[in-house]
């Protein structure tokens, strides 16, 4: 169940054909003992655990959780403490630096960032281990559509941090015209030069927040990172 301060937000999806599908589809997996699923299932809603509806003020879309051991826990780009930094989170952290002067962490967990207020959704929610992209299509990105499209009624001003193709893509679900949209390249390896690296999305997003009358977002990870409440 998805945690309370999203249910009564997306309550209806639990009882359209394509979700009930999707559970049988993940409780076969899980019965399978060849088959290993990230994130761990208390983990997967984490990032509605950790950021309720009302909260939302910013919302970073990715698109697949990590696929290996350690690294996924239900936020976008967001790894677990000891975990070697993914290259996209480097880039992440390396614009960071040049944006806002924050000098990269060591720890990529994020949580902090999603505390605030930063919504950070993957289109799919979950993946088989070392398989990227292999819960693609079997109905998460319709639950994670009904996300946006709730995010986007809201009456609040939010920001869109659409990173890449994939997330160029959600565009046309953000039609509220209190909210706003930033869009760039996406920080992998492969695209982080054709756009990401300069596009100053850090303070671009302060920017919005501040011209909309909310408080910016302290980007500055904690030296030491507290524990991550998990989805029960």
């Known amino acids: 169940m998805v945690p309370v301060g999203w249910n009564k937000t997306v309550a209806d999806e639990f009882k359209k054909e394509y979700f009930i599908k999707l559970n049988e589809f993940l ?32 919302v970073i879309i990715g698109q697949d959780p990590y696929h290996d051991h350690g690294q996924a826990h239900g936020l976008c780009f967001s790894v677990n403490p000891g975990i070697k930094l993914p290259p996209s989170l480097r880039n992440i952290f390396k614009e960071l630096d040049e944006d806002l002067a924050i000098p990269p962490n060591a720890c990529g967990f994020l949580a902090t960032w999603a505390q605030q207020g930063i919504l950070m959704i993957n289109t799919t929610l979950t993946v088989e281990a070392h398989k990227a992209a292999s819960h693609s299509g079997k109905g998460w990105e319709e639950f994670t559509d009904s996300i946006i499209r709730k995010t986007n009624e809201k009456n609040t001003p939010v920001v869109f941090m659409l990173w890449g193709g994939h997330a160029h893509k959600k565009e046309p679900l953000i039609n509220n015209p209190r909210h706003i949209i930033i869009k760039s390249a996406h920080p992998s390896p492969l695209s982080a030069y054709r756009g990401f690296f300069g596009s100053r999305p850090f303070s671009k997003i302060n920017h919005a927040l501040k011209q909309s009358g909310l408080t910016p977002i302290d980007w500055q990870l904690p030296n030491t990172q507290p524990e991550l409440p998990l989805f029960q």
């Open 27 to 58: 409780n076969h997996a899980e019965t399978d003992k060849d088959i290993e699923i990230f994130p761990p299932e208390n983990q997967i809603f984490n990032a509605l655990e950790l950021t309720p509806y009302d909260q939302v003020k910013v």
